[in-house]
């Protein structure tokens, strides 16, 4: 195809709708509206870029606010703010003892007195109940007095400070102060402000080792926050600023700056309206007490809190764990001052006189004590040991030492409960004789042959009960709980007190020899049954429980009867013989009427004496153990003595002790119902000697004449001598005297 052809058949180029402007003319000025605009000044292009980024700043805040508030949770309370330790208390709501660290006692706020509230929010935060939960405006004004050298300060609220005490820490970081803003936002939405400041007062630190207001209330002024004085809280609440600095006994120096403190908390109570400027202007500075050492669980503190632990968690009122976690206020029945008198008896007669240099054996030499009211079954005191953080093992509690003779008039109690008779079919009273001779076997036993040995392989030939009590004729006493039957002694004595699981508490003729290994307290728990008449008040170390104010339920303690009071009284009878003319003389030292018994384990590895007033029951052992390896040994030659019998040392120890813990009650005599044929007269005073029975209590002096003494016995006993018992004839009608009696 042709060009010319091509270009007749081409479209024309389109209309572009303005006529093209002729490159040889110059151009058209631009239009008004097209001109360009002046630039804005400097401020005014700062001003606007400040509130861009105002704006921007505030946007950021704004989404930083709801991320943390979305982020940030309630976390559950620090390991620190849950911490509390048990309180023990003695009988009369003093501090006995704390089994923590942190020392915190949590209590609701109705305990806490009204002015001890408000003094708190007077120091802290006036307008805690009105304002919201956190205060930007104060944090920024604490946070520029810091900066600028007005010193440092917190700007927190108290809700604000609970956060931190109760769910984070004492760091000083960014990143928990602003856990603690969101937390304590959150906070106000789930809790009450009494719900807030109760947390506060229970998680605030006093000074002195006090972590909330009870804690303080007891360390400046020894009292229950309930009884703190309007001016005692001004003062708890001063502390809160500087717990160190301010407490006024250990800084003195400071006192001008603690009243100026204290000023301001009331002067703001004030201003409140929470105290009339007459009530104000009558109050004066409560000094508080000094400061004291931590009740921890040194000398006798740790055995009490053991004891009582194993009490509540052995009685299911509380569970090991539960017992473990705190907060518990435990009210003992110890006596303060009885606590103390067995302290000072077992150190006058016992510890202060150990010379393990001179004496090799006074370094086996442990102590263990208890004493019970008959008439309540509380016990009064407790000697666990010499002190709990150098010896563990309480010496009150532990069941791992023969009992020996103090075990016997278990056995007699049982004959005259069951009405027992001999193999002769005689009824057995103090006067029924029995044979007393050296390894005689049991009769009418269909076990295995048993012929216990006496003490030194003795014989006694025919032998009334009471004078076979006093010298602990094993022959006697064997074939007696074959008599009543041992399987009844063994009931006897746990329906007096021994718990039976008591090891070798066993039903055989062996048992009336004691090798069952009843503890002190135990003991101290029969023994109190028998002072009762054979009426049983549980044993019981716990007066009161509270955990957080709310009370734990005690068992009941109502006393019932045990055994009958005539064989229990006639067990008394036989017994005040013991103390009166017997080798347990050393207990007359306690200038009151006394029933006791002596005794002695295999070996002499122990010492027992057993002994009760109508008031008081209280037993008192020396046992043997090597402090390196634990191995029982025998106390031969402890305290320079040959041998530690229960009428040494330990009887004296019962004397000082009963004597000084009955020193303001009355002299009461027994009111015995003896069983029919028991009626004994009184016997003759023992002769003037040491106020204490002698450096072993009567029982060791006999070594140079024992068989003088024995021989004549025995001459008594065969020729019928009027002062030994009458014919020597046994039954419902024998009356003779007695005359002083000796024991073993």
């Given at each position: ?401 023969q009992v020996g003779s103090t075990f016997k008039p278990f056995v007699f109690t049982a ?30 036993w269909a076990g295995a042959p048993y012929d216990p040995a006496n003490e030194d392989g ?287």
């Amino acid at each position: 195809m042709s060009p010319s052809v091509r270009s007749s058949s081409a479209a024309p180029p389109p209309d572009p709708g303005w006529e093209p402007r002729d490159p040889t003319l110059p151009a058209p000025p631009p239009r008004a509206d097209a001109r360009r605009r002046p630039r804005a000044s400097l401020p005014r292009r700062l001003l606007r870029a400040a509130a861009g980024l105002f704006l921007l700043g505030g946007v950021l805040l704004a989404g930083a606010f709801v991320a943390g508030y979305l982020l940030v949770s309630i976390p559950a309370a620090n390991a620190a703010a849950l911490a509390q330790s048990n309180l023990y208390l003695y009988r009369d709501g003093t501090v006995l003892a704390r089994d923590g660290e942190v020392n915190r006692e949590n209590v609701r706020l109705d305990r806490i007195p009204l002015p001890v509230r408000q003094a708190v929010l007077a120091a802290e935060d006036r307008d805690f109940h009105t304002s919201r939960a956190v205060d930007p405006k104060a944090m920024v004004r604490a946070t520029w007095n810091t900066v600028t050298g007005k010193g440092r300060q917190s700007g927190s609220t108290i809700t604000q400070q609970y956060v931190k005490n109760y769910y984070l820490g004492q760091e000083q970081t960014l990143t928990r102060k602003a856990k603690e803003f969101f937390i304590a936002i959150k906070l106000e939405r789930e809790k009450t402000k009494d719900e807030i400041l109760q947390g506060y007062l229970n998680t605030s630190y006093f000074g002195r080792n006090a972590y909330g207001v009870q804690a303080a209330a007891h360390a400046y002024y020894g009292k229950d926050v309930e009884r703190l004085t309007p001016a005692e809280g001004a003062y708890l609440a001063a502390l809160l600023k500087a717990p160190s600095a301010y407490d006024v006994t250990t800084h003195p120096e400071n006192r001008p700056a603690v009243l100026a403190r204290w000023a301001y908390v009331l002067d703001g109570m004030v201003g409140e309206g929470w105290l009339t400027p007459g009530e104000r202007a009558a109050l004066r500075f409560p000094d508080p007490q000094t400061a004291r050492p931590g009740t921890g669980l040194s000398g006798q503190r740790g055995y009490v809190v053991q004891a009582v632990e194993e009490y509540l968690t052995g009685r299911g009122i509380v569970d090991e764990k539960t017992l473990a976690g705190g907060g518990f206020r435990i009210v003992t029945t110890l006596d303060p001052d009885r606590q103390a008198a067995l302290v000072r008896a077992v150190e006058d007669r016992v510890t202060h006189r150990l010379d393990p240099a001179t004496h090799p054996s006074d370094r086996y030499v442990r102590a263990g004590a208890a004493a019970v009211e008959p008439a309540t079954g509380r016990v009064v005191a407790l000697y666990g040991g010499v002190d709990y953080t150098r010896q563990y093992v309480n010496n009150a509690t532990r069941r791992d030492y023969q009992v020996g003779s103090t075990f016997k008039p278990f056995v007699f109690t049982a004959a005259v409960q069951s009405g027992a008779r001999t193999q002769y079919g005689e009824p057995i009273t103090p006067y029924t004789l029995y044979d007393g001779t050296d390894r005689r076997p049991v009769e009418g036993w269909a076990g295995a042959p048993y012929d216990p040995a006496n003490e030194d392989g003795e014989s006694y030939g025919e032998i009334p009960v009471g004078t076979a009590t006093d010298l602990s004729v094993n022959a006697v006493y064997a074939q007696m709980a074959v008599d009543v039957g041992p399987a009844h002694v063994r009931r006897t004595a746990v329906a007096l007190g021994l718990p039976g699981t008591t090891p070798d508490l066993t039903a055989s003729p062996s048992i009336a020899l004691g090798p069952a290994t009843a503890s002190v307290l135990d003991m101290a728990q029969a023994y109190a049954t028998l002072a009762a008449h054979g009426r049983r008040g549980d044993h019981t170390l716990v007066a009161a429980i509270s955990r957080d104010g709310e009370q734990l339920p005690l068992p009941s303690a109502e006393p019932r009867q045990a055994v009958g009071r005539e064989a229990a009284d006639t067990t008394t009878a036989v017994l005040r013989g013991v103390v009166e003319a017997g080798t347990g003389t050393a207990a007359m030292a306690a200038g009151r009427p006394a029933a006791g018994k002596t005794g002695t384990a295999e070996d002499d590895k122990a010492a027992w004496f057993a002994g009760y007033t109508p008031e008081l029951a209280t037993v008192v052992a020396l046992m043997g153990q090597d402090p390196e390896t634990g191995r029982q040994e025998p106390l031969y030659g402890a305290l320079g003595l040959p041998r530690v019998n229960g009428g040494g040392p330990p009887a004296e120890i019962w004397a000082r002790f009963t004597r000084e813990a009955l020193a303001d009650a009355p002299v009461r005599d027994f009111d015995l119902h003896l069983m029919p044929g028991a009626d004994l007269p009184e016997v003759p005073p023992v002769p003037d000697g040491p106020e204490d029975g002698g450096e072993d209590g009567g029982e060791n002096d006999r070594e140079g004449d024992r068989d003088g003494d024995k021989e004549r016995d025995r001459e008594r006993a065969e020729e019928g001598d009027e002062g030994w018992y009458g014919t020597g004839e046994a039954g419902p009608g024998a009356k003779p005297a007695r005359p002083g009696r000796r024991e073993r």
